[in-house]
C-alpha cells in the first residue's frame, strides 16, 4: 500500500489537488471535511454537533474524527492505498492514525505539506466563499480563525512525520498543474524508491 497526506492550512489547495492526485495513483480519499459535510448534510447528531465547531473556524474533537477515520479504513479493505485530507490535524490524531494502520500492516509513507502565504490562503477562501456556500467562508474573520486554529494546533503535525523523516514542503503557489508537478515528483521518487 502507499498512504499519503496532503497537509497544509485551510485553502492551501489540499482538496485540489486529491482530486487529481487519487485519480493518477488510485487511492482512497478520506477528507475529513468531507466525512463532517456529508454528516451536517444528513441532519445527524454527530453532523449537528460539528456544524456549531465548524461554522466559528474552530476543530472539532479528536475522538469525533478518529472515529470516522478507523471506520473509514475498516470499510475499504483491498484498496492500493489511502490519500488522508485534512487529517490528521492535532498530534493525537497523527498517534492515532499510526496506530490504525499498523493494526493493518501498513504505515504513512510521506506527508507532503504544501506552503501557501496567508494572504494567499485569505484570497483564495474570500473568493471561494463568494459562490461555494460553506459558512466556513463566510466572511474573513472565520477564514482567519480557521487558521490561527491551524497554526496553534495542527501545523506540529509535520514534525511527528520530520522526525521520521516521513515529510516533505511542496511549494502551494503557482497553477494548479505546476504544484500537481511538484507533489508527483515526490511521490515518484518515493514509488521507485519502494515499489509495492
Ligand atoms: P476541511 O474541509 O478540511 O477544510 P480546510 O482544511 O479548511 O481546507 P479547505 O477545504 O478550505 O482548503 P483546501 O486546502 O482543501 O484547499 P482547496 O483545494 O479547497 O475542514 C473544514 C473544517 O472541518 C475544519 O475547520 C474543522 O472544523 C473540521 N475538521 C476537518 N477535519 C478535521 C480534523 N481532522 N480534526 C478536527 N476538525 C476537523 O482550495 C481552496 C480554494 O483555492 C478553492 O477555491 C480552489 O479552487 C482555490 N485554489 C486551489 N489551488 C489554487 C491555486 N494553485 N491557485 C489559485 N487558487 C487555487
Given at each position: 500500500?502507499?498512504?499519503?497526506?496532503?497537509?497544509?492550512?485551510?485553502?492551501?489547495?489540499?482538496?485540489?489537488?486529491?482530486?487529481?492526485?487519487?485519480?493518477k495513483?488510485?487511492?482512497?480519499?478520506?477528507?475529513?471535511?468531507?466525512?463532517?459535510?456529508n454528516?451536517?448534510?444528513?441532519?445527524?447528531?454527530?453532523?449537528?454537533?460539528a456544524?456549531?465547531?465548524?461554522?466559528?473556524?474552530n476543530?472539532?474533537?479528536?475522538?469525533?474524527?478518529?472515529?470516522?477515520?478507523?471506520?473509514?479504513?475498516?470499510?475499504?479493505?483491498?484498496?492500493?492505498?489511502?490519500?488522508?485530507?485534512?487529517?490528521?490535524?492535532?498530534?493525537?490524531?497523527?498517534?492515532?492514525?499510526?496506530?490504525?494502520?499498523?493494526?493493518?500492516?501498513?504505515?504513512?509513507?510521506?506527508?507532503?505539506?504544501?506552503?501557501?502565504?496567508?494572504?494567499?490562503?485569505?484570497?483564495?477562501?474570500?473568493?471561494?466563499?463568494?459562490t461555494?456556500?460553506?459558512?466556513?467562508d463566510?466572511?474573513?474573520?472565520?477564514?482567519?480563525?480557521?487558521?490561527?486554529?491551524y497554526?496553534?494546533k495542527?501545523?506540529?503535525?509535520?514534525?511527528?512525520?520530520?522526525?521520521?523523516?516521513?515529510?516533505?514542503?511542496?511549494?502551494?503557489?503557482?497553477?494548479?498543474?505546476?504544484?500537481?508537478d511538484?507533489?508527483?515528483?515526490?511521490?515518484?521518487?518515493?514509488?521507485?524508491?519502494?515499489?509495492?
Amino acid at each position: 500500500m502507499f498512504n499519503l497526506i496532503l497537509f497544509g492550512p485551510p485553502g492551501s489547495g489540499k482538496g485540489t489537488q486529491s482530486e487529481k492526485l487519487i485519480a493518477k495513483y488510485h487511492l482512497k480519499h478520506l477528507s475529513t471535511g468531507d466525512l463532517l459535510r456529508n454528516e451536517i448534510a444528513k441532519q445527524t447528531p454527530l453532523g449537528i454537533e460539528a456544524k456549531i465547531l465548524m461554522d466559528k473556524g474552530n476543530l472539532v474533537p479528536d475522538a469525533v474524527v478518529i472515529g470516522m477515520i478507523s471506520d473509514a479504513i475498516e470499510n475499504n479493505p483491498g484498496v492500493e492505498g489511502f490519500l488522508f485530507d485534512g487529517f490528521p490535524r492535532t498530534a493525537i490524531q497523527a498517534d492515532e492514525l499510526d496506530r490504525l494502520l499498523s493494526k493493518k500492516n501498513t504505515c504513512i509513507n510521506i506527508l507532503l505539506a504544501l506552503k501557501v502565504s496567508e494572504e494567499q490562503l485569505v484570497q483564495r477562501l474570500v473568493k471561494r466563499g463568494e459562490t461555494s456556500g460553506r459558512p466556513d467562508d463566510h466572511n474573513e474573520e472565520v477564514i482567519r480563525a480557521r487558521i490561527h486554529e491551524y497554526n496553534k494546533k495542527t501545523a506540529t503535525v509535520c514534525d511527528h512525520y520530520q522526525e521520521k523523516k516521513k515529510a516533505a514542503f511542496i511549494k502551494g503557489e503557482g497553477s494548479v498543474e505546476e504544484i500537481f508537478d511538484r507533489l508527483c515528483a515526490e511521490i515518484d521518487v518515493l514509488m521507485k524508491k519502494n515499489p509495492s
